[in-house]
């Protein structure tokens, strides 16, 4: 009996108690909030010495040089070479000034942005 009593509560579920609340849905611009990183340090270079030598001058210069470094070694390179280890270093060059313009255009792709004002 006490069955037949709560049946008809269970079935009208909670809709007795209150009324329906409408749903709003609302679309919310949200600015995205990336931190910028700093920049690495510059490149500090170090003075480098070039030797210009000669089977004629080699003579002075190994006395010269062993006088003022201790030790004789030097390396030797091709004129060729020289001139490709410079276009080495003019494409090495490049490739750094374009990935700090792709920096520059994502940093200013994530800065804040200005509101305008409306008139």
Excluded at 9 to 19: D, E, V
Excluded at 33 to 42: A, E, L, M, V
Excluded at 47 to 54: A, G, P, R, S
């Amino acid at each position: 009996m006490l069955f037949l009593l709560l049946l008809p509560l269970l079935n009208s579920g909670c809709t007795s108690f209150k009324k329906l609340i409408p749903l709003e849905i609302k679309t919310v611009e949200v600015e995205r909030k990336i931190p910028t990183q700093n920049r690495p340090r510059p490149v500090a270079l170090s003075n480098l010495h070039f030797y210009v030598v000669t089977e004629d001058t080699l003579a002075a210069f190994k006395q010269r040089f062993v006088k003022q470094n201790g030790d004789f070694l030097f390396y030797a390179i091709s004129v060729r070479d020289y001139e490709t280890l410079a276009l080495n270093m003019a494409e090495i060059k490049r490739f750094i000034e374009q990935q700090k313009q792709i920096i520059i255009y994502y940093e200013k792709a994530v800065a804040p942005r200005k509101k305008e004002k409306k008139k």
